[in-house]
């Protein structure tokens, strides 16, 4: 009799990637698209507002962070929730601070577009790099970037997911790998990625099996789809 690997194999439906996270995993799927964020690029007159507001949407990421950490620290225990640690860092690095609120005053520019093109920075650094290792913490940082940005504009993050499905996405952040668990996500297959990229090392941590660098699971998945996931 032939295996369940074999079987599939043969289907003609069959995607191959990165096994991220062990175990085996059957479900629906629930394609996750993130709302892509707008940029406004536009000068200021009010620079003390805009200071003020920028002020406020890094304490509220702040506030989120710490919440997501607690709970990680919960489900997978302290030493490898501390990724979230490290993203509070970031979040209270006073050069970075310091950086942007200087160009916010000098440039007069909408304070996300000098988040974004600051922290861009960093991340090109990191992609620019030799070590794949550096490559994916630039992801981490995009989730950090965005985040400011989504709380500069007042909109919610959409962490919303039907209960007990397949996560299909282009990419997952570590925050997102953590959240999606308070809906039973069942595993996670994604576009990008890789074997050490953070929200892999969660989803090994959460026991979720997970395949990642897939480059087309979006393209070829629609939600609903039943689906084998072998990590």
Known sequence: MKGLKEILKHSGNYLTGIAAAPGLTIGKAYV?????????????????EAITLFNEALEKSQKELRKIFGFAKEKMGETRAAIFEAHLMILDDPVLIGNITARIKQEKRFPEFIVDDEISKYQQLMFSA??????????????????IIRNLQKKRWQSK????????????TPADTILFTKSSALGYITDHGGLTSHAAIIAR???????????????????????????
Do not use: C, Q, W
């Not at 996750?32 to 003390?48: G, M, P, W, Y």
């Not at 030799?130 to 985040?147: F, G, P, V, W």
């Not at 959460?206 to 990590?231: F, M, R, Y």
């Open 161 to 172: 997911i039907p209960h007990g499905v397949i996560v299909v996405s282009g990419n997952i």
């Open 130 to 147: 030799s070590e794949h290792y550096m490559k994916e913490r630039a992801l981490d940082i995009e989730d950090i970037k965005n985040r």
């Open 32 to 48: 996750f698209a993130k709302e892509v964020l707008e940029i406004n690029h536009n000068e200021i007159t009010e620079v003390d």
């Open 205 to 231: 941590s959460l026991n979720l099996p997970a395949v990642v660098g897939t480059h087309n699971s979006t393209e070829k998945i629609k939600d609903g789809d039943l689906l084998v996931i072998d990590g």
